[in-house]
């Protein structure tokens, strides 16, 4: 039984990395550190058999756990034209799925969720892959996380109407800010800390779960 599952998931992993590379994305490190990652224990378990199929799926608590495809896209455009995404920073880690894939891609990952029972689910799931450099925190993710800033690297998984502040603040010189904005329409919005100052680019349309104050 236990084996037939793990044969499955095998299979239905790798069908999910051949649909990646057909909706475009070309960075073999992101496919190697997706592929690394076993999505299903993140979702609930009758969820479980649909893990792999490019979707969000519900995590509880009302949020979603993301999209493949996104995570895929969002850490490709961390990572364009730079060999390494160094220090990273994750604003709405859920159950952990993202952080992880951070976690396969480099060795400091901060991961800040305002939900404590999510929180609470990432970090068993974290030791359950004893994904031991990704630290999560509890704390709401629009102030960023000062004790640990400069960031090379900062993703948002939730959607305001405008770049936080302390985000920008919190890139380190040549680091990256990937973000979605906007309330019923959103795109993506990548934000590179250049010596000119941010420079901002305006990407695909996209659809996040709002990125609210305070913590419960
Ligand atoms: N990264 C997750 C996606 C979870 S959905 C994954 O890989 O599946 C987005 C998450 O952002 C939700 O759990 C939500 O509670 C959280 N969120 C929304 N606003 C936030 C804020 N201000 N600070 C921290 N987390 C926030």
């Known amino acids: 039984m236990l084996h037939g599952i793990g044969m499955t998931s095998q299979r239905t992993r790798a069908r999910m990395i051949e649909r ?21 224990i993140f979702v609930e378990e009758a969820l479980a058999s649909r893990a792999y199929e490019d ?3 519900p995590l509880g608590m009302g949020q979603t756990i993301s999209q493949p495809y996104i995570v895929a896209r969002m850490i490709e455009l961390l990572l364009d034209g730079r060999s390494a995404l160094g220090k990273t920073l994750e604003i709405g880690a859920g159950c952990g799925y993202q952080a992880a894939v951070l976690g396969q891609l480099t060795n400091e990952v901060y991961a800040v969720e305002r939900i404590a029972s999510l929180l609470e689910k990432a970090k068993v799931n974290m030791r359950q892959l004893q994904q031991f450099n990704v630290r999560l925190k509890h704390a709401d ?55 000119q100052g941010w420079v901002e680019k305006r990407l695909d349309a996209v659809r996040f779960v709002p990125l609210l104050a305070g913590t419960q």
Do not use: W, Y
């Open 141 to 195: 993710g629009q102030m960023g996380l000062p004790e640990a800033a400069p960031f090379d690297s900062i993703i948002v998984a939730a959607a305001g109407e405008r770049a936080p502040p302390a985000l920008l603040q919190q890139l380190a010189p040549g680091g990256r800010l990937v973000l979605p904005i906007g309330t019923t329409e959103q795109h993506l919005d990548l934000i590179e800390c250049t010596s």
């Open 55 to 57: 979707h969000a799926l």
């Open 20 to 40: 990646l590379r057909e909706k475009g994305i070309r960075n073999e490190a992101v496919l190697a550190a997706m592929s690394a990652v076993p999505r299903h």
